[in-house]
């Protein structure tokens, strides 16, 4: 009787690159829409444009690497870099910093290191620190306020367009700084008591943005429940921003307390959609826990002492710098082997 020569695995998975991108696309629907319910429609708008750029970028560089179009962009990578982008990116953007973001990320974090699975740094984060550093201006003073912070009813579809794409101004009530960056330069100033009560936060805790996060927070449950990705990054990096917050910043009057530093800015967008890239993070089960906790002591150290509110970007940009190396580190022992040993070799004689 002939035997089989087949090679493992000789199961087949349900799962495809497609799927999984596309699964992770939908899981960011909760935070989009609390968003737009939020702070109007420029976030959709947005992530609109951002997708369709990163597709048209990505079809422009496959072109003219003489690459099948229908094969890799069917993979929904470009995709999700567009929406994840759109989201992080202020709702009212001037349409050409979107452009210049998604197609940046496109043709250079990710194509030009060959493309999907070989680029070393997240794309989105490539992108969106390309823009902060490039256009401060347009990176800053393009927040909108939501509902509860302004008082006033959203901007309607056709004056956000013209906002975005005639360059039109906000209109004053409409646009403002957000929650991180509202605290971290008036307590310096104030109290804790009498920042909160600045048109910033209007009673609210975070400004709205506390649902934005409980949101994503939602998106990324699902993923885990559907094993898109594991606990170890997520869980390692908000409790690792959460135990510098209550070690260095307990005093609520000197420092931005814990609730703003999860329930606020892209923390939760960060820990579940971003960090997690496949490609750019860590990949061992050790490996994962230090990456994580990487991004959350960075996370905080660039939001209390550094230029920028919000550090999601710096922080993941400079774990995927380690990645190669924590992961060089942290191999499990192969099943039946003893641990390996590390160092150097002894010397021979």
Known sequence: MALLTLSSPHTHGSNSTPRLMLTVTLA????????TGLFGWGTLINVVLAALTAIASEALILKLRKRPLGFFLRDN????TGVLLGLALPPFTPFWVTIV???FAIVFAKQLYGGIGNNPFNPAMVGYALVLVSFPVQMTTTWALSVQMSGQPLLSFADTLQVIFAGIPV?????????????????GTGTADSVRATATFNGWLNGGWEWVNLAFLAGGLFLLWRRIISWHIPVSML?????????????????TPLSLH?????????????????VSASTTPRGKLIYGAGIGILLYVI??????????????LLMNFAAPFIDAYTQPRSYGHAKAKRGLPPKTR
């Open 28 to 35: 960011t629907l909760p935070g989009l829409l609390v968003l």
């Open 77 to 80: 990578t470009a995709l999700l």
């Open 101 to 103: 973001a998604v197609s």
């Open 171 to 187: 209109a004053d009530g409409y646009s403002g700084a957000t929650p991180l960056d509202a605290y971290k330069h008036l307590i």
């Open 239 to 255: 409790l690792a921003l959460s135990l510098c917050s209550l070690l260095f910043g307990w005093d609520e009057d000197m420092y």
């Open 262 to 278: 999860l329930l606020s800015g892209a923390t939760m967008l960060g820990a579940f959609f971003i960090a997690t890239d496949p």
């Open 303 to 316: 939001r209390t002492w550094g230029a920028y509110p919000d550090a999601v970007a710096f922080a993941v």
